[in-house]
């Protein structure tokens, strides 16, 4: 930035130092007994407080401009947030109770798998058939007809003596 004590003002990077290094090479060229008016003067300082006034007036809009980015942006970043803490929850949601079937599946599984360890094996089914077979309770006598057997025979029975 430019030094107003006139140290760099050889080599001026803005258009008020412009005005500054202009003014002080038109003092030089005047004649040394002829100062500057005031009203030239003043015109001078106007153009630059002028221009100034317009600098000041694009910085604070780029400011507004830059704020309401910022604040627009710090409102999305909320939002997506919220969003995805929503998200999260509902996946956190849907996790667990996949969790819940997954161990009462596992459970059915066992009680399954008990279940079965008590049901007679194959091999024990055809051992019962053959008992079955080599009983043949379809010529298995009833207690009528047995009594009416022992009738006609003519055996008494301990039932019949009362």
Excluded: C, H
């Amino acid at each position: 930035m430019a030094d107003f004590n006139g140290s760099d003002l050889n080599n001026p990077q803005n258009s008020i130092e412009q005005n500054i290094f202009n003014q002080q090479q038109a003092e030089q060229q005047q004649p040394s007994g002829e100062k500057p008016t005031a009203d030239a003067e003043f015109a001078q300082i106007a153009t630059m407080v002028s221009d100034l006034d317009r600098r000041l007036r694009t910085l604070e809009e780029r400011y507004s401009n830059i704020r309401k980015k910022i604040q627009l942006t710090d409102q999305n970043l909320l939002e997506s947030e919220r969003s995805f803490s929503n998200e999260l929850k509902e996946l956190n949601d849907a996790s667990m109770d996949l969790k819940r079937s997954v161990n009462d599946f596992s459970d059915k599984i066992l009680i399954f798998e008990n279940e079965m360890g008590n049901v007679a094996q194959k091999m024990d089914l055809k051992v019962i058939e053959k008992y079955f077979n080599m009983w043949s309770p379809q010529n298995f006598v009833t207690r009528a007809e047995l009594k009416e057997y022992l009738k006609s025979k003519k055996v008494k029975l301990a039932s019949d003596k009362e």
